[in-house]
């Protein structure tokens, strides 16, 4: 388990491929290929272990030198969950899911008492509506079976709201990435800066960032603390980093009580930054002409203009002239 996390495999599934394809692995199991389902149920029974674990390491890495302890820089990155988004929902939402699934179950039962089942169609039509209302049933009691054991999830904040619950993992979050919404995690991820070393990482159920940095600042200090290598390591001078994203009163609030050296920025550092104060001054263009189609000074043209410069105005001639020449050579070619 420890090869493969060093080496970025965190998938049990992966695990066992390699346990049955890589050399390295199989010489570590001693030839034994253990089931994937067999791995992913032995990292979940033993958290405390396996966090033992990685902390014997780290202290490993403070004795060889590895620690600098001079700066911690803490970032996040969003990360899928084994769970559908549309399981989630508010308990509202899901209430009113549940009835329209009871509905449809309703519908499929109606249809398939109304076929009588002796031409090859309608015996083929009731075979479907018998599987789709057994699936939908399964749904249902999914749903009122969630309903009636769970309690709606609260977020974080001043005026705490109920956010979407997940019927299928319930402490992950819909989130919004760069590639779309997904159901999943915020992990994250406090770094040594002299030789990169993770010093903490933790997986948060909601996709703003503000609530994360007290407990992964509380995490670092009782970390340090328990391995021993530093009773309050950041009393000591430790300088925190971070981006905006973990920017805050109330986090700002408690930097300031535990005297930690932070450096946070906040949403509005550009427009305080002399650096960046003509950021979005953009020049006049001027008026008609072909400069103006090509560009003027201040203004950034897109790639998939500078690629295609040939199709700017004025140039169609050009165009027309290449375009004439390739296909005469295809022609030529082909003779």
């Not at 009122?144 to 956010?163: N, S, V």
């Not at 970390?223 to 309050?232: A, E, G, V, W």
Request: aromatic share 6%; net charge positive.
């Amino acid at each position: 388990m420890l090869f493969a996390y060093s080496k970025g495999i965190t998938s049990s599934r992966e695990i066992q491929w390699q346990c049955e394809n890589n050399i390295i692995f199989k010489a570590l199991s001693c030839d034994s290929v253990p089931h994937f389902t067999r791995i992913a149920s032995f990292v979940s029974s033993y958290p405390d272990a396996i966090e033992s674990v990685f902390e014997q390491v780290l202290l490993v890495c403070d004795e060889q030198g590895l620690l600098g302890n001079e700066l911690f820089a803490i970032d996040g990155c969003k990360m899928r969950s084994d769970a559908s988004k549309e399981h989630s929902g508010t308990f509202k939402e899901l209430e009113q899911k549940r009835g329209k699934i009871k509905k449809k179950i309703r519908q499929c039962l109606k249809e398939h008492k109304g076929l009588d089942g002796r031409k090859p169609k309608e015996r083929e039509r009731k075979q479907q509506l018998a599987q789709a209302s057994e699936t939908l049933k399964k749904h249902f009691d999914k749903i009122d079976q969630f309903l009636k054991t769970a309690a709606p999830r609260m977020g974080q904040g001043k005026k705490p709201a109920e956010i979407k619950s997940n019927i299928t993992d319930n402490e992950s979050a819909k989130m919004t990435t760069s590639k779309g919404t997904i159901q999943g995690y915020n992990g994250v991820a406090a770094v040594d800066k002299k030789h990169q070393v993770i010093v903490d990482a933790q997986a948060f159920g909601a996709g703003q960032e503000q609530h994360t940095l007290k407990p992964v600042l509380d995490s670092i200090r009782e970390r340090y603390r328990r391995t021993p290598i530093s009773d309050d390591i950041l009393a000591a001078g430790v300088i925190i980093t971070a981006d905006t994203g973990f920017s805050s009163e109330e986090n700002n609030d408690y930097i300031k009580e535990e005297g930690v050296n932070a450096y946070i920025p906040d949403n509005q550092f550009r427009s305080r930054d002399k650096a960046f104060k003509d950021q979005k001054v953009r020049k006049a263009p001027p008026k008609g002409g072909q400069g103006a189609a090509q560009g003027y000074p201040g203004q950034r043209i897109p790639v998939r203009h500078q690629a295609q410069k040939l199709y700017l105005p004025g140039r169609q001639g050009h165009v027309a002239k290449l375009r004439r020449k390739y296909i005469q050579g295809q022609k030529e070619t082909a003779l």
